[in-house]
């Protein structure tokens, strides 16, 4: 069964702190791997697009890495800011004509407290 | 970038009624839209995925005739819910896209259900 598993499940982090979350799947072969970001009561908005090729991707103080050998993925969020307090969603996408089902991880929750 | 947007975003209901979700793609149109729930700290969960101006195509354990999906036009999917039961409940959240699933997807900002 397809799976992709984050961690950690929350993080707890103070204002100004980096941070990294993690992704790893068992998604083979994906056309593409997302990272969203969804605050509470809201639709997840895309943060990166990284196809299988692609070993990083930035968008402004997120960046996403990709190691396709490994099947792991990780976002890095520099100097984080209060309004980063959000769950971080990893997606894998499979190829188009194929199973169509994007498989989404649990998300990390992730807490800036000033 | 493109905007979805739902119509409501929240609705109570009481058990046995029907309640109908509207998912508009704003500034572009969608040959595909996709419909997920999610529950409290739980990932989001594919329930259908539909094409305009042709039968939606539901996930398994998903019950067709309790979930309606309409995709009429390159703008518009609707979702209803109908007679509703409590475990309805439900943060249900659209996506759209110009085309199947590895283009990008502009979710909506969701609709939180709740049946009484």
């Known amino acids: 069964k397809n799976q992709v598993e984050q961690s950690p499940q929350s993080l707890i982090i103070l204002e100004g702190k980096n941070c990294t979350l993690q992704?790893?799947?068992?998604?083979?072969?994906?056309?593409?791997l997302r990272w969203y970001k969804q605050d509470t009561g809201r639709g997840p908005v895309s943060l990166t697009i990284m196809t299988f090729s692609e070993n990083t991707k930035s968008n402004g103080r997120y960046t996403a890495t990709l190691d396709a050998d490994t099947k792991q993925s990780s976002l890095h969020i520099t100097a984080s800011q209060l309004s980063d307090s959000a769950s971080y969603i990893c997606v894998v996408i499979p190829p188009s004509g194929g199973s169509y089902i994007p498989t989404f991880g649990r998300g990390t929750s992730l807490i800036v407290h000033p | 970038g493109a905007v979805v947007s739902q119509h409501p975003s929240r609705v109570i209901c009481k058990s046995g009624t029907s309640v109908k979700i509207e998912c508009r793609s704003l500034d572009f149109q969608a040959t595909t839209m996709f419909w997920y729930r999610q529950f409290p700290k739980k990932s989001l969960m594919l329930m259908a995925t539909s094409n305009e101006g042709s039968k939606a195509t539901y996930e398994q354990g998903v019950e067709k005739d309790k979930f309606l999906i309409n995709h009429a036009s390159l703008t518009l999917s609707t979702l209803t819910v109908t007679s509703a039961h409590p475990e309805d409940s439900s943060f249900y959240i659209c996506s759209a896209s110009l085309g199947g699933s590895s283009y990008e997807q502009y979710f909506g900002p969701g609709t939180r259900l709740t049946v009484t």
């Open positions: 992704c790893n799947y068992t998604v083979s072969p994906f056309s593409n």
